[in-house]
């Protein structure tokens, strides 16, 4: 019998390799708006409750520096409230104010301060803040001594003033020390920034007049020295400058006039 060749099978078609879906992303989480201070920020909420939380930390740090200052209770721990002196101002008390005054000092006193106008002298600021002006006066070489009864800013100033160059013969100190405890009698120049109203100013005045040498200056920035009127020699951008040299004067007038009467 004859054989018939049987057709083989067809090939069976190949299937189409179709590509596999990506898995699918993750849900996005859902996101709202907050507000932070004001102000309206579209956020996760897991973000948000960071965000939340990192403003509350920072809200309570800064009450904890801040209140301090305006605790009159406190005051007597931390002294008056910091107020700086412009840079500006730092600038011209110490290239025109302090000069112009050592230069109209006689030239017995004026020879022995240095090479430089200021060089030598030695200046004590009450209530030395960030310790911008006891940098100041160091960089003209001058021997400066700062008083600062807030710890939190005695620290500062000492941060601040870890690298400032000081020209020979100059010296940078900073106290945390209650300034009613400076020994004024060797310095030539005190800088203060007061307050009026509560008798401040004239306590130190009396500290003044007591201790500083004859031949001596206070600046005070902005208030005036009640009583220490006829010392006044300068009054630039608000620098005061009172020169006790003329309170001898004043009192070699006083006596010549009861003389004469």
């Known amino acids: 019998a004859e054989v018939v060749a049987t057709p083989s099978a067809p090939r069976a078609a190949e299937a189409d390799v179709a590509a596999t879906p990506a898995a699918p992303l993750a849900a ?5 708006k907050t507000k932070i201070l004001g102000f309206e920020v579209s956020a996760s909420e897991r973000g948000a409750k960071k965000a939340l939380v990192g403003a509350s930390v920072f809200l309570v740090g800064i ?12 005051r007597k721990f931390l002294g008056a409230p910091y107020v700086p002196m412009k840079h500006p101002i730092v600038q011209v008390l110490f290239e025109r104010v302090l000069p112009t005054w050592v230069a109209s000092r006689s030239a017995q006193v004026a020879s022995s301060v240095g090479p430089g106008p200021l060089a030598g002298l030695r200046l004590v600021d009450i209530g030395s803040g960030d310790g911008r002006i006891v940098a100041a006066a160091a960089k003209m070489g001058m021997t400066a001594v700062g008083y600062e009864l807030n710890p939190y800013m005695y620290w500062w100033s000492r941060l601040r003033t870890r690298g400032v160059s000081v020209s020979a013969p100059g010296v940078l100190q900073l106290r945390w020390e209650n300034a009613w405890n400076a020994d004024l009698r060797n310095v030539d120049v005190v800088t203060v920034y007061g307050r009026p109203g509560d008798g401040l100013m004239e306590r130190m005045a009396a500290k003044w007049e007591q201790e500083l040498p004859p031949q001596s200056a206070v600046v005070s920035h902005y208030f005036d020295i009640p009583g220490w009127e006829r010392l006044l020699v300068q009054d630039v951008n608000g620098l005061k400058l009172y020169d006790l040299s003329r309170r001898k004067q004043s009192g070699a007038q006083a006596n010549s006039q009861q003389s004469v009467e």
Request: charged fraction near 25%; proline fraction near 12%.
């Open 28 to 32: 996005e989480v859902a996101k709202k």
């Open 63 to 74: 009450n904890f520096l801040g209140l301090p200052f305006l605790l009159p209770k406190m």
